[in-house]
């Protein structure tokens, strides 16, 4: 069974730091591209970033590009994003999810974790 | 970037009707076009990949169709559970994106 749990989120002041974590299990985890999507309170869903399965090949939206970093620990089946210089509008549940071979398609999501941006 | 226009934002549907989603691209995608299910408070759900694709374990009364610019989510016979809101993806062209989504209510 493909489980995905992310953890680290919180609180954190504009211009703050955070590294969220995304522990996979049930699968092959190097085998496939990952992705962090977003979604604000009462919004939308946003697409942040993926990773290839090597971890060779990143993407970025516009709008973290620059500040966050995403990577991949394979041999700890773990998904990371780095994200620096945090804004208001960064405030979101982050949602860690699996893709498919050689596709960012979003097959299975982790429960999220919710970071707030504020003073 | 590839705008994804869902319609209606909102419909509000008797148990057992059939209700259809809409989702139009700004340019064409192929199939590239996916369809997930959120309830309040729970991470979204793949219920349609590549515009037609069934995914096992969902309903088979959920099925999509279409494909280019102009797609569809078609809910037959509606049930209580279904009551969430509905998402199309596109991942044919970076930026990903979402369409705004579509709120189904149960009358």
């Known amino acids: 069974e493909v489980q995905l749990v992310e953890s680290g989120g919180g609180l954190v002041q504009p211009g703050g730091s955070l590294r969220l974590s995304c522990a996979a299990s049930g699968f092959t985890f190097s085998t496939y591209a990952m992705n962090w999507v977003r979604q604000a309170p009462g919004k939308g869903l946003e697409w942040v970033a993926s990773?290839?399965?090597?971890?060779?090949?990143?993407y970025y939206a516009d709008s973290v590009k620059g500040r966050f970093t995403i990577s991949r620990d394979n041999s700890k089946n773990t998904l990371y994003v780095q994200m620096n210089s945090l804004r208001d509008e960064d405030t979101a549940v982050y949602y860690c999810?699996?893709?498919?071979?050689?596709?960012?398609?979003?097959?299975?999501w982790g429960p999220g974790t919710l970071v707030t941006v504020s003073s | 970037e590839i705008v994804l226009t869902q319609s209606p934002d909102f419909q509000s549907v008797t148990p057992k009707e059939k209700v259809t989603i809409t989702c139009r691209a700004s340019?064409?995608?192929?199939?590239?076009l996916h369809w997930y299910q959120q309830k309040p408070g729970q991470s979204p759900k793949l219920l349609i990949k590549?515009?037609?694709q069934s995914i096992s374990g969902v309903p088979s009364r959920f099925s999509g169709s279409g494909s280019g610019t102009d797609f569809a989510l078609t809910i037959n016979s509606l049930e209580a559970e279904d009551a969430a809101t509905y998402y199309c993806h596109q991942t044919s062209g970076l930026p990903l994106t979402f369409g705004g989504g579509t709120k189904v209510e149960i009358k």
């Open positions: 340019q064409s995608i192929g199939s590239g």
């Open positions: 590549y515009a037609s």
């Open positions: 999810t699996k893709g498919e071979v050689g596709a960012t398609m979003s097959d299975y």
């Open positions: 990773i290839v399965g090597s971890g060779v090949t990143t």
